[in-house]
């Protein structure tokens, strides 16, 4: 019953977001952009996952890492497993992660392979491969999670290799809609991605319980799944346009947002406004107030704060080093000021996830607020991870100067 994740481009936010919804004990690394899943397939919310671009159902694990080998054993067992797929032209695309294997190779042993199912009078299509793994939207152009589709993943893990069937890829299309249709943007202010918001909102939510998992199994492949509507409140005390409340959401959660600017809270409605239109969601389940984060006052009940909070000037070129402290002094000050500000407001034991600014001074070398060594004294605990370090969860491109760090701590 174990479930193979192909992780996104920043694998380790994959992983925090996987750990923190189901546990440590639940999640084995594998490589580096691949997780298992010990949790009931038909339990996994795959949906709400921005860190996880494939959802692969795990079929055999073979004692070698040879590529021949591979081959040898699908020609003996696919004929078999094509006879009994639904009928019609059957779909086929391979994909490999760490193994030792070409693309000329892999061509070669997937014309194998289309032979071997032919002989048994299956009509097979193999889907050409531009790099040794598929990517998503190659997936989803090619039907490979169809009935007749037939995507195989071949991951190496240690000595053996893994070989999983992909049951699921992330809806790119509806991720992009999301973002670029949205009424009101704004990039003075940052565009966060809603993949990421997912993953922030997944951090800050924690393991979910049973009565949050819907089983996935029991809705035909092309229905939705229904949202639930969860009674704890997400709060995003900075929340600019609104998309972690918009992914908040469409998760089932309450939301609630404040920003600084009225002009924020007037982008937020609309977006949520347009959001309910789009997604059969009523938009009157937000509260939204104009509100200065370091100094507001919120309304109860406050079960959850995700956010990106305020990250200082934006750097298209890397700035003086007196621009950079002056710019990372003023966050850290107005960071530390909201979460004071914040915490009497809080239960002892709320669990916040923040996305606070981090600086690429030099390829893969960070500058980072000086908060995070202060957070005990602020009245937080620093949630640590079992699979992943505190530094690697940073949300960076390689020519980004302005990153994001994601903090997770918890109200003392």
């Known amino acids: 019953m174990q479930s193979v994740m192909i992780l996104g481009r920043q694998p380790a936010l994959g992983l925090a977001e996987l750990e923190s919804l189901y546990g440590g004990a639940a999640i084995r690394p594998v490589g580096n952009s691949v997780a298992v899943v010990d949790v009931d397939p038909c339990l996994l919310a795959f949906d709400r996952l921005g860190g996880s671009v494939k959802f692969c159902k795990l079929l055999a694990t073979l004692d070698t890492t040879v590529w021949r080998d591979i081959e040898d054993y699908l020609r003996k067992v696919a004929p078999d497993h094509s006879k009994a797929m639904p009928e019609g032209k059957l779909q086929l695309g391979l994909s490999v992660i760490g193994i030792d294997v070409n693309l000329r190779q892999l061509e070669a042993s997937g014309l194998n392979l289309k032979k071997a199912i032919r002989k048994t009078g299956r009509s097979v299509r193999l889907v050409p491969n531009k790099a040794l793994e598929l990517n998503s939207a190659q997936v989803i152009h090619n039907h490979l999670t169809g009935v ?49 918001a997912q993953i922030i909102v997944n951090i800050a939510v924690g393991k979910l319980s049973k009565s949050l998992l819907t089983s996935i199994c029991d809705i035909p492949a092309d229905s939705p799944i229904p949202r639930p509507l969860i009674d704890q409140t997400i709060l995003d005390p900075f929340c600019g346009t609104g998309v972690i409340l918009q992914e908040a959401s469409l998760m089932g959660y309450q939301t609630y947002g404040t920003d600084l600017e009225t002009r924020m809270i007037d982008y937020s409605q609309k977006n949520l406004a347009w959001l309910g239109l789009h997604h059969a969601m009523a938009p009157t389940c937000c509260r939204l107030e104009v509100g200065d984060a370091t100094n507001h006052h919120w309304k109860t009940p406050i079960n959850i704060v995700a956010s990106e909070t305020y990250l200082g000037r934006p750097f298209t070129d890397r700035p003086t080093p007196e621009v950079l402290t002056q710019t990372v002094a003023d966050c850290n000050l107005i960071i530390k000021k909201f979460l004071r500000n914040l915490h009497p407001q809080l239960t002892k034991g709320t669990r916040l996830c923040l996305a606070i600014p981090a600086w690429q001074i030099s390829p893969n070398d960070f500058k980072l607020l000086s908060l995070i060594d202060q957070i005990e004294d602020l009245g937080y605990n620093r949630v640590s991870f079992e699979h992943i370090g505190d530094q690697d969860l940073i949300y960076y491109r390689d020519n980004q100067i302005v990153a994001r760090q994601l903090l997770v701590i918890t109200r003392v």
């Open 148 to 196: 007749t589709g037939w995507e195989l993943v071949f991951i190496r893990d240690g000595d053996k290799t893994i070989i999983a069937q992909t049951v699921k890829v992330q809806n790119i299309d509806a991720y992009a809609r999301r973002d670029r249709e949205r009424p009101k943007r704004d990039a003075r202010v940052g565009m966060l991605p809603p993949k990421l």
